[in-house]
């Protein structure tokens, strides 16, 4: 990337405004795949996402999860598809706004400014919005005080395993999330009480049968406390000391710990895009399947949350959307130069 070009994005010297040629809502599979598409045409970008680090569903949910529809590769499993490609879009040096989420957009100039909920403005002509089935958080178990314990005791999404690593964890929930993560850190955490209101597991039937086998080990590596439910948390200053659950006759029991994971699902909603005056079909946005552009000028939606008739809700049909939205944008961006389009093969990356 040129120095013009870095300063397009980086060349402001309030560090609460960014300046870019498009922004991007939303940092899962597609909205990364459409930095590396925008980046191919020499467009600078700005990333925004609610979660702190890149990947979206596809890496919070299932990272070790295998994906068969990848065109390339035979199986990947989430997190390694994300990787590869955070890898691929990095030599255009995005500027990734994470933990925050677009709050306003409103017109400016010749494109429009978002406001987001950590203050940040981003300044761009045109927006593409990548947010999969919308913004989603967590559904948090209501314990009080939970908040202080958040992103270092209590955890609702697993992205580095290995801090976990020889600690007692507490999992809490049914399905195939929890499921998933008791089978994975097992293997290296010291000890792990699985939490669920009812003897009956909601996720796959081989997940649960390996659960089973874990807890009937002889080393009470793993231990099912159930039917239990989440009751409250000891501790101080982000430091969780144990956790107390209590059963249905009012019973407790005090569970030391050194980290909380609920898995109780995700709270998916638009959130304030909802109210930018798109066109909506319910939870999804309505496009020109053509150029992904939807009913405001300079506004695109590609992925999950972009619907046309017969779309097909895959991640090889965002991928594919991503590079129609970055090709439709490209006038806007530079309407003084034709776009002669080649392949890849041809030329390469920009700038190498």
């Not at 459409?34 to 890149?54: H, P, Q, R």
Request: glycine share 10%; proline share 6%.
């Amino acid at each position: 990337m040129s120095a013009v070009e870095t300063a397009r994005v980086h060349g402001n010297e309030d560090r609460n405004l960014v300046e870019c040629d498009v922004a991007i809502v939303g940092a899962g599979p597609v909205g990364l795949f459409a930095i590396f598409e925008c980046g191919m045409l020499k467009m600078t970008t700005c990333v925004i996402d609610a979660l702190d680090s890149v990947g979206g569903q596809c890496a919070a949910l299932y990272p070790d999860k295998p994906i068969y529809d990848i065109p390339g590769f035979p199986r990947v499993n989430g997190q390694d598809l994300v990787d590869r490609l955070a890898e691929q879009a990095a030599p255009f040096h995005p500027n990734y706004r994470l933990r925050q989420r677009v709050e306003t957009a409103e017109r400016h100039e010749d494109g429009w400014r978002l406001t987001t909920s950590a203050g940040t403005r981003v300044e761009a002509k045109a927006v593409i919005i990548a947010g999969g089935a919308g913004a989603f958080g967590p559904n948090r178990p209501p314990l009080e005080g939970i908040e202080a314990y958040e992103g270092d005791s209590v955890f609702y999404y697993v992205n580095k395993p290995e801090r976990f690593r020889d600690k007692t964890l507490v999992i809490a929930g049914g399905g195939d999330s929890a499921l998933d993560w008791t089978l994975a850190l097992a293997e290296i955490a010291a000890k792990i009480y699985v939490i669920h209101r009812r003897p009956k597991f909601r996720g796959a039937p081989d997940s649960v049968a390996k659960l089973h086998r874990l807890a009937d080990a002889p080393d009470g590596k793993v231990e099912l406390v159930i039917p239990y439910q989440l009751d409250s948390l000891e501790g101080a200053e982000g430091r969780l000391e144990a956790v107390v659950v209590r059963d249905f006759e009012g019973g407790t029991r005090r569970l030391e710990a050194d980290a909380l994971l609920p898995f109780f699902g995700l709270s998916m909603d638009l959130g304030p895009i909802a109210e930018w005056g798109l066109n909506l079909d319910k939870h999804h946005i309505e496009v020109d399947p053509t150029t992904c552009a939807t009913s405001l000028d300079g506004i695109h939606a590609i992925g999950d949350i972009a619907t046309y008739p017969n779309k097909l809700k895959l991640i090889a049909t965002g991928f594919s959307e991503a590079a129609m939205a970055a090709h439709a944008i490209y006038p806007r961006i530079f309407p003084d130069t034709e776009l002669h389009w080649e392949y890849s093969t041809t030329k390469g990356l920009p700038g190498s």
